[in-house]
């Protein structure tokens, strides 16, 4: 990580007005005679209530026209299937067609249709539109059935297209459902973007002892990953040789595919898959870069909180997963 910079405004403090007493306070020699107490609160309830039944009459007018000019009084189904010139037949669709146990019918389509394009006679009768809506539909349907073969929910309730269940599935296939690693790092650096008031070998060794007990406590299980980063950014003397050094303690990485990078160190991605699910790496050493030369500048200790293999999800995405299945001739035809 960079130098951060962190800068704060601080907040303009308000003046309070003070009248000098050298002000001249003009005072009406008649003064009108003051409303009731009861009867203000009700002019101004009723003052209220008028606004409020306006308000509530224009909403209702405005409604009533966006309804009837823009849907139609029997919703968008009714309006769009007015339409002449529907450039394929749908027939099969209203009969329901299947992508593996998942059925699409011509109500999906619709659907779909309703949110990609405008009402009208012009998007109605362009095939090229009906393709894409057939398309999403498609991966949508390949989705869900993946999910149901994965257990993710019963296939029993796997009939019709559900939004739900598709987004449980590509949730899931995006990021426990394939091959990942997850985990964490601690760092020290030593040369951020310049080298430090104490020199650069004062500041290496400084960096490496602190890491080096850091990572002796979290071997013995006396802290966590999480708590180490924490000593790391409340050590203030770290700051002489990274003013950065509390946002370069600490970093936590997630659901990490093969082809995916961490770090700007490859060599640090690489090591990172050469662990195992649980292990603490030894203190290694990450570079950074200044236009094309690599240099050393950061002590590191990863450990991988979980990881899978290939094996297990040989799928690194639920786009990947969709392309092969279409390969395989889960696909709808117009």
């Known amino acids: 990580m960079r130098l951060s910079i962190f800068g704060f405004d601080p907040l303009a403090k308000k003046s309070n007005p003070v009248i000098s007493k050298d002000t001249k306070v003009v005072v009406p020699n008649e003064i009108k005679k003051p409303v009731k107490k009861s009867f203000f609160k009700f002019a101004l309830l009723k003052n209220k209530l008028v606004v409020l039944f306006i308000a509530c009459l224009l909403t209702f007018v405005s409604l009533i026209i966006y309804v009837s000019v823009n849907k139609g009084f029997g919703g968008d189904k009714v309006v769009l299937e007015s339409y002449?010139?529907?450039?394929?037949?749908?027939?099969?669709?209203?009969?329901?067609?299947?992508?593996?146990?998942?059925?699409?019918?011509?109500?999906?389509?619709?659907?779909?249709?309703?949110?990609?394009?405008?009402?009208?006679?012009?998007?109605?009768?362009?095939?090229?539109?009906?393709?894409?809506?057939?398309?999403?539909?498609?991966?949508?349907?390949?989705?869900?059935?993946?999910?149901?073969?994965?257990?993710?929910?019963?296939?029993?309730?796997?009939?019709?297209?559900?939004?739900?269940?598709?987004?449980?599935?590509?949730?899931?296939?995006?990021?426990?459902?394939?091959?990942?690693?997850?985990?964490?790092?601690?760092?020290?650096?030593?040369?951020?973007?310049?080298?430090?008031?104490i020199g650069l070998v004062p500041a290496k060794e400084t960096a490496l002892k602190f890491i080096s007990d850091v990572r002796s406590k979290i071997l013995s299980n006396e802290i966590t990953m999480k708590s180490a980063g924490d000593l790391i950014s409340s050590n203030f003397s770290l700051s002489s040789i990274d003013p950065a050094y509390q946002s370069n303690a600490y970093m936590k990485f997630t659901y990490i595919s093969p082809d995916q990078s961490v770090f700007h160190d490859d060599y640090l991605d690489k090591t990172m898959w050469d662990l195992k699910a649980g292990e603490t790496s030894e203190i290694l050493t990450g570079h950074d870069y200044s236009g094309d030369a690599k240099f050393e500048a950061f002590f590191i200790v990863l450990k991988i909180s979980e990881k899978t293999s290939s094996k297990e999800f040989p799928f690194k995405s639920s786009d990947q997963i969709i392309r092969k299945r279409i390969l395989e001739g889960y696909k709808l035809e117009l």
């Open 84 to 197: 002449d010139g529907l450039p394929f037949n749908k027939s099969k669709f209203e009969q329901g067609v299947f992508v593996g146990n998942v059925t699409v019918h011509w109500e999906d389509l619709l659907r779909r249709y309703e949110i990609l394009y405008d009402n009208s006679p012009e998007n109605w009768s362009n095939l090229a539109n009906w393709k894409n809506v057939l398309n999403q539909v498609n991966s949508e349907a390949i989705l869900q059935n993946e999910g149901a073969r994965k257990g993710l929910f019963e296939s029993k309730d796997n009939s019709t297209l559900d939004p739900i269940k598709v987004n449980r599935a590509r949730n899931y296939f995006d990021s426990k459902g394939k091959e990942y690693i997850s985990g964490e790092a601690i760092t020290v650096w030593f040369y951020n973007e310049q080298v430090p008031s």
